[in-house]
């Protein structure tokens, strides 16, 4: 294979916050550009930094033949900026109310949408764990987005308190929190060669350590970003409850849904009861053990099954 494309990376105000995109195919002139006329983008899981999604990324791209840009956005604070630049914008421009809340979250990415793609460009959207549920969001919300697809990978989009990790987190995250911080203040004092180390410890035990995770893994020692990300888990337990019916019927056909057989956050229950509500759905069960968090350690894996579902919808374009 050719040398691996450069993913190229850019930190901006979205919302007024401080938001990281991952870019990688023909995207600079996006506006102009007509040759394809489709995009790939990702919506992360919480913690929402998109360096975990390199490889994944890379794979999608060349598993597309590199004919199609392949996008990720961060959820909003989830990532260190650069020197320089704080976490929110100074200005005096109205912000979205609550902008590290879930509903902030999905308005950003709203605004992310209408204000950095072209009107009339299909998207391919892929969600991961709570990506899927901001997913849902963005569908109901705007009927203006050219949607062909839209990929729900290990979706918490219903009762996240009641998973069997909800029921764990929950108390932490809704009560707890500010320990965690804490020990991520402390933490943050240490040198980066010492945080890397203990990243790379943690990570040991997975098919492969990627100095890309280990990077992506540096953003969980700012208290900032943590105290973002937690703050928003903690809405999602309060506020995940009720799968959106009505929204999933009235998208069925542009949805697919891939649950985990071995997924703690959205059980197997889950997935048969969307079986049973959605019989015509695209609603798949993992067959490869893969775990919650794909991108640690099967990334190429889920990358090689997106191409081939996506096989008929790309062709007829």
Known sequence: MSTVAPVSEEFMYCCGAATQ???????????????????FLIIPGNPGIVGFYRTFMQALFYGLNQQYPVWAVSQAGHCVPPKGMSMTEDTDSKE??????????????????????PKDMKLVLIG?????????????????????????????????????QGKFVTPVLCRLRYVVYISIYLLSFLPES???????????????????????????????????AMYM?????????????????????????????????????????????????????????????FVLDSSKEMASMITDWLQDDLSSL
């Open 194 to 228: 010492i945080k890397a180390s203990i990243a790379k410890f943690v990570l040991w035990g997975f098919k492969s350590v990627e100095k890309a995770l280990v990077t992506a893994s540096l953003n969980l020692f700012s208290v900032n970003c943590m105290a973002n």
């Open 233 to 293: 888990g903690s809405q999602e337990m309060v506020k995940v409850i009720d799968r959106d019916t009505s929204t999933i019927r009235q998208n069925l056909k542009k949805l697919i849904f891939y649950y985990g057989a071995i997924d703690n956050w959205c059980p197997v229950q889950y997935y048969e009861e969307m079986k049973n509500t959605f019989p015509d759905g695209d609603i798949r069960l993992c067959e490869k053990g893969i775990q919650h968090a």
């Open 96 to 117: 979205i109310e609550d902008i590290f809340g879930l509903n902030g979250q999905i308005e950003h990415k709203l605004f992310f949408l209408k204000n950095n793609v």
């Open 128 to 164: 991961h764990s709570i990506g899927c549920y901001i997913i849902l969001e963005l569908m109901k919300r705007t009927s203006e987005l050219q949607v062909l697809k839209s990929v729900l990978l290990f979706p918490t989009i219903e009762r996240m308190a009641q998973s069997p």
């Open 21 to 39: 995109v991952l870019k990688l195919g023909s995207c600079k002139d996006l506006w102009r550009e007509k040759s394809s006329n489709l995009l």
